[in-house]
T-cell receptor, first 112, second 114 residues
Framework: DAGVTQSPTHLIKTRGQQVTLRCSPKSGHDTVSWYQQALGQGPQFIFQYYEEEERQRGNFPDRFSGHQFPNYSSELNVNALLLGDSALYLC???????????FGPGTRLTVL | GDSVTQMEGPVTLSEEAFLTINCTYTATGYPSLFWYVQYPGEGLQLLLKATKADDKGSNKGFEATYRKETTSFHLEKGSVQVSDSAVYFCALPLGYSSASKIIFGSGTRLSIRP
């Protein structure tokens, strides 16, 4: 079992650009959550996907959007990047027969 | 609203020292409480949890007791090792399912000297 995987590992973008981050959940998991972890801070919840729909959303602007595919993998899209979007983006997955969320290693996004 | 406050770091200790990382929470109802650990270059791993008041979570020599009267969930270890060097997060799930949104503290970086 590969666990939760995320791609790419690192990414550098400039202000105003758009970015797509990808997440493959752990085998058997159908729910994917995304978190933003700014440097020196704890992760903050962005949103969660289940059955290809956004089920919960945190306090993030509409520039942050996502998608879940039929195979349960997910994408996080960020439009009109700002310097403040520089962070580690974490994906977590779980399923109804599991009792915890499993986190991936994250994608480090740097906005210049 | 619901929140978690944890001891600021960094914390530097010598090997075999006693460790305490303080965590307090504000929450409605009686949630579960978690400690996560983040090793360099890795994702978050659930270290231990407690699901109700007076429960003690334990794993890898770490312990934390859910204290409702002081709204605390302090992390302790009797004898730390160099391999314990990591960032530790106290966390509060906002619900009772595994998919519940999680609120994290700001993290405490722990460094252990040989």
């Amino acid at each position: 079992d590969a666990g939760v995987t995320q791609s790419p590992t690192h990414l550098i973008k400039t202000r105003g650009q758009q970015v797509t981050l990808r997440c493959s959940p752990k085998s058997g998991h159908d729910t994917v959550s995304w978190y933003q972890q700014a440097l020196g801070q704890g992760p903050q919840f962005i949103f969660q996907y289940y059955e290809e729909e956004e089920r919960q959303r945190g306090n993030f602007p509409d520039r942050f959007s996502g998608h879940q595919f039929p195979n349960y993998s997910s994408e996080l899209n960020v439009n009109a990047l700002l310097l403040g979007d520089s962070a580690l983006y974490l994906c977590a997955s779980t399923g109804t027969s599991f009792n915890e969320q499993f986190f991936g290693p994250g994608t480090r996004l740097t906005v210049l | 609203g619901d929140s978690v406050t944890q001891m600021e770091g960094p914390v530097t200790l010598s090997e075999e020292a006693f460790l305490t990382i303080n965590c307090t929470y504000t929450a409605t109802g009686y949630p579960s409480l978690f400690w996560y650990v983040q090793y360099p270059g890795e994702g978050l791993q659930l270290l231990l949890k407690a699901t109700k008041a007076d429960d003690k979570g334990s794993n890898k020599g770490f312990e934390a007791t859910y204290r409702k009267e002081t709204t605390s969930f302090h992390l302790e270890k009797g004898s730390v090792q160099v391999s314990d060097s990591a960032v530790y997060f106290c966390a509060l799930p906002l619900g009772y399912s595994s998919a519940s949104k999680i609120i994290f503290g700001s993290g405490t970086r722990l460094s252990i000297r040989p």
